[in-house]
Structure formats: C-alpha cells, structure tokens
T-cell receptor, first 111, second 114 residues
Framework: GQQLNQSPQSMFIQEGEDVSMNCTSS?????WLWYKQDPGEGPVLLIA?????ELTSNGRLTAQFGITRKDSFLNISASIPSDVGIYFC???????????FGQGTTLQVKP | SAVISQKPSRDICQRGTSLTIQCQVD?????MFWYRQQPGQSLTLIAT?????????ESGFVIDKFPISRPNLTFSTLTVSNMSPEDSSIYLC???????????FGPGTRLTVL
C-alpha cells in the first residue's frame, strides 16, 4: 500500500536552532499536510499544501510541496521550548479525503 | 475549524469487555473519520463514518470488532469490542474542513486494556 517515510525519527536540538524534517513516498499525492501532536492531545494542523512546488509559511514554520509530488519538507526556524512535540506529515491518496500518516518526528528542544 | 469533543478521555478496561467512544462536533459534517494510534506509533485510519449508511472500513479493520454508528451529522460512536491488551491505543475522531482535505482531530480517547 501507499506509505510515507518520515525522517528523522527524532531530533534533540538547542533552543534557537533551525529544524528540518521531510517526508517521502514512492507514490504521487495532490495534498500534503503537516501536523503537530502534543502529549495527551490530538494532532493539530500546522500547514496544508495543495500545489507542487508550493512553499507556505505559518509563523516560524515553512513547508514545501515537492516538485515531484512525492515528498514534502517542514522547516522550523529559531526553535523554542514550546516546539517540543511529535510532528507528522500526512497525505491524501487519490483525493479520497482519507489521510495516511508518516511515522512522526519527535522534537526535543533544550533551553 | 470545528470544535470536536470525545468521551471518555481515557479508560482502563478488562479484556473481553467492550467500550463505546463518542465523538461530538459543533457543526454538521458529511464525513467523520476514526483513527487508531498505538503506543509510540503513528495514526492509522480505521473507518469512515457516513451519515445514513454503513461505515467504510480500511483493510485490517472489521465491523464486528469496531462497530460504528453515525446517527446524525454531528455525532458518531466507535465501539471497541471484545477487547484485548493489543487494543490499548489512543482512538481519535476527525472531521474535514468544508471543501478541503484538511482534517481536524478530537482530543482522543486513551484506552488501556488489562
């Protein structure tokens, strides 16, 4: 079946550093989404991407929809302690409305 | 966005019993989704709950184990039947933003089966 490969699996960084994570697949998607999940909470949508090559920002977060439509990237600039959490990429197969998720990237920020 | 609530927020259950999880949305939505998140894992879609028709289940999930109700456009339930410790997970419902693929998630129900 379709699968998203997300990396890195975890990151431990110093406050103020920039962070990059990515999601790749062998399948083509028309929609990529990035979510953040805090402990004990449901995932919260950060950024939605609908067009190949699109670059979209949400505050210190920037995400890109890969030109091949098989990948997406999320960057966080100048990380702060509240950025701690699990970041998931997600994609929509064949415009079905369903989501498939990457394995997640656990981010820890050292003050 | 939508405001989504789930009940219970958490529960500890004995094996062999069943638990029904409720999902309430503050607006009418056509589709609702149920996901499972096993400990330390990502989210996996269980089924799509459609109002007025049977739920559509993903591969690996069956109606006898996870019966779903969708009595109206703001409410759905997921039952985890004949539970075993392997069913210990977070169960989440989600709804799409109108005319988009962006989904908003409830806070989840954390289930522990002993």
């Amino acid at each position: 079946g379709q699968q998203l490969n997300q990396s890195p699996q975890s990151m431990f960084i110093q406050e103020g550093e920039d962070v990059s994570m990515n999601c790749t697949s062998s399948s083509i998607f028309n929609t990529w989404l990035w979510y953040k999940q805090d402990p004990g909470e449901g995932p919260v949508l950060l950024i939605a991407l609908y067009k190949a090559g699109e670059l979209t920002s949400n505050g210190r977060l920037t995400a890109q929809f890969g030109i091949t439509r098989k990948d997406s990237f999320l960057n966080i600039s100048a990380s702060i302690p509240s950025d701690v959490g699990i970041y998931f990429c997600a994609a929509v197969p064949s415009n079905t409305g369903k989501l498939i998720f990457g394995q997640g990237t656990t981010l820890q920020v050292k003050p | 966005s939508a405001v989504i609530s789930q009940k219970p927020s958490r529960d500890i259950c004995q094996r062999g019993t069943s638990l029904t999880i409720q999902c309430q949305v503050d607006s009418q939505v056509t589709m609702m989704f149920w996901y499972r998140q096993q400990p330390g894992q990502s989210l996996t879609l269980i089924a799509t709950a459609n109002q007025g028709s049977e739920a559509t289940y993903e591969s690996g999930f069956v109606i006898d184990k996870f019966p779903i109700s969708r009595p109206n456009l703001t409410f759905s339930t997921l039952t985890v039947s004949n539970m075993s410790p392997e069913d210990s997970s977070i169960y989440l419902c989600s709804v799409p933003l109108d005319n988009t693929f962006e989904q908003f998630f409830g806070p989840g129900t954390r289930l522990t089966v002993l």
